[in-house]
């Protein structure tokens, strides 16, 4: 899947980051059955006819989101008309929907936590130890018109502590598929386990940064701080990207997270009217200042369409969100998903509306009957939201560039070895490449945007003064190079190009299968 350009960068045009996520639910259950298991991750209509034509499966897993449901439908047809013999098993949060069973030809729809369902159904040890597979965090980065090569960066690691979350917040589609309000799953329980864990991979990933996929990491705080512990016993100078809530945030200092190397940070700011404890009593505008000020990338989310939003009052509260300055910005439309309780307020109230699931998923317009802004209206003010967030604070690229700079100037010289490392490294970027894609930045943005262009221009004056010849030379070489491919982008994505994953294919446990049919 595409996150960022779906629901967090798509206004920003050839600057928006574009990278895929490979589907870490079905990888997980793979890493944790002893029988031999196949994963396609992406496959086409031809690739999954051909896989199940070629090869006999007792069981057919297929995962899928709510909007993909006719995918799931139609590769249930092929399962069935070509490997008749297979049990088809149906999970992902497809499984929400009403009346899912008359919509899909499947043996089994399986709700929630999918490792322990198919360890008890194959009768293997649904209590065995959780195996993490070596997930790296996306693939395919693209950016300004240029795709990145594999292993520049240093990608991170995804890791996956725990799934659910306690909070429980109406609208929270992961959080209910979990157990909803007060319930998750703790995959690792100690930090001494998330410890063991990530320096394994670390060493075998060659990774010094970890994309902590869990719905809210540091409200887990003493698990958080054991690991940080561990870290410093070992010196771990390493980066995590995690999410949070703005409460379990404050329960740390911000000298804590930054020992923890929390380096991008997820935090849902959803309305300043919005009643959720979360949020309850907090400046979130302060807070996300004060984080950005150490050196912290946030990715601010903010939901359009609660319910008192009125056609009047909608302007003030999008300038409220961008007025965080975050570094980047979800803008989500308030939507009952399946599986939700909004979902079930809604159906009580008889306010959903009849709309295709394919556009269930909070980035076109309300599936609901809204008390003041029509649907119609949900889609303009949605759009209005991306593009002010852009106009105001300008391409994410040069907002993570100015964070990090702030985090560097922070923390160069900061006594302790681990944190000063930690910045050396994150900045190095920014004496090359992204200095060269200010350089663009600035020229592309000029005509457009002149006030967001000199911002960039002084930023990169500023980065330039820091760190002398090298980002220069890099924005002379390469800098036109970039502004070349960014319009050349635009042009393509303004025909409509989309870019879509590539299959892949992994086989786990075959000499197993091999050694049972010899
Ligand atoms: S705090 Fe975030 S992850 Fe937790 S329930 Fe609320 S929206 Fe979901």
Same mark, same amino acid.
């Given at each position: ?52 034509? $070629? ?15 006719? =995918? ?56 065995? %130890? ?11 980065? +693209?950016?300004?018109?240029? +795709?990145? %090569?594999? *292993? ?15 909070? *429980? ?45 869990? $719905? ?46 929390? /380096?991008?940070?997820? @935090? ?32 601010? /989310?903010?939901?359009?369409?609660? #319910? ?16 965080? #300055? ?19 307020? @809604?159906?009580?109230?008889? +306010? ?23 649907? #119609? ?18 391409? /994410? ?11 560097? &100037? ?6 302790? %070895? ?12 920014? &004496? ?8 663009? @930045? ?11 262009? +000199? ?9 330039? =003064? ?13 800098? %036109? ?38």
């Amino acid at each position: 899947m595409e996150l960022y350009h779906n629901q967090v960068t798509r206004a920003q045009g050839a600057f928006s980051l574009r990278m895929h996520h490979r589907s870490w639910g079905i990888l997980m259950i793979q890493a944790n059955l002893s029988a031999p298991a196949t994963v396609l991750d992406f496959p086409t209509r031809e690739i999954f006819e051909r896989e199940l034509l $070629e090869h006999q499966y007792d069981i057919i897993g297929i995962s899928s989101i709510v909007v993909n449901v006719g =995918k799931v439908r139609e590769m249930c047809r092929i399962a069935r008309t070509v490997s008749p013999g297979s049990v088809i098993v149906v999970g992902g949060h497809v499984t929400a929907i009403p009346g899912l069973e008359a919509m899909i030809d499947s043996d089994y729809i399986v709700r929630g936590d999918g490792i322990s369902w198919m360890r008890r159904y194959l009768g293997e040890d649904e209590a065995a %130890p959780i195996q993490h597979p070596h997930l790296p965090s996306s693939f395919s980065l +693209r950016v300004m018109g240029i +795709r990145v %090569p594999s *292993g520049w960066n240093s990608p991170a690691a995804t890791i996956i502590p725990s799934v659910g979350c306690p909070m *429980g917040c109406n609208f929270c589609t992961t959080s209910a598929f979990f157990g909803g309000k007060g319930r998750f799953l703790n995959f690792y329980e100690t930090g001494e386990e998330l410890f063991r864990l990530m320096k394994e991979m670390e060493s075998a990933m060659k990774v010094r940064s970890f994309f902590v996929m869990d $719905e809210n990491f540091l409200l887990h705080r003493k698990r958080a701080l054991e690991l940080l512990e561990r870290m410093k016993q070992e010196a771990k100078s390493w980066a995590l990207y995690v999410f949070s809530s703005a409460h379990a945030l404050l329960r740390y200092t911000i000298e804590e997270l930054v020992e923890l190397g929390v /380096s991008w940070l997820w @935090m849902g700011l959803e309305s300043p009217r919005a009643a959720y404890e979360k949020v309850k009593g907090i400046d979130t505008l302060r807070l996300a200042r004060e984080l950005r000020q150490h050196g912290i990338k946030v990715l601010g /989310s903010t939901i359009v369409g609660m #319910e008192h939003h009125t056609p009047e009052n909608i302007g003030g509260e999008i300038e409220h969100a961008v007025a965080h #300055e975050t570094d980047f910005h979800q803008f989500m439309l308030y939507t009952p998903m399946p599986g939700t309780p909004l979902y079930q307020e @809604m159906t009580a109230q008889g +306010r959903l509306l009849d709309v295709p699931l394919a556009d269930i998923h909070g980035q076109y317009q309300f599936n609901f009957r809204h008390p003041a802004i029509s649907r #119609e209206d949900s889609q303009k003010f949605l759009d209005w939201a991306f593009r002010r967030d852009f106009e105001r604070n300008g391409p /994410s690229l040069f907002r993570i560039c100015r964070t990090t700079l702030e985090g560097w &100037k922070r923390y160069r010289n900061h006594p302790d %070895p681990r944190i000063r490392e930690r910045f050396h490294w994150e900045v190095q970027n920014l &004496k090359g490449a992204y200095n060269a894609a200010l350089w663009a @930045m600035e020229r592309r943005l000029k005509h457009t945007n002149d006030v967001v262009s +000199r911002q960039v221009r002084g930023l990169r004056r500023e980065i330039e =003064k820091e760190f002398g010849l090298l980002p220069r030379l890099a924005a002379a070489f390469f800098g %036109p190079v970039l502004l070349w491919t960014s319009g050349r982008e635009d042009r393509r994505l303004a025909r409509g190009h989309t870019y879509e994953p590539r299959t892949f294919i992994e086989r786990r446990n075959l000499a197993l299968a091999r050694l049972e049919r010899a």
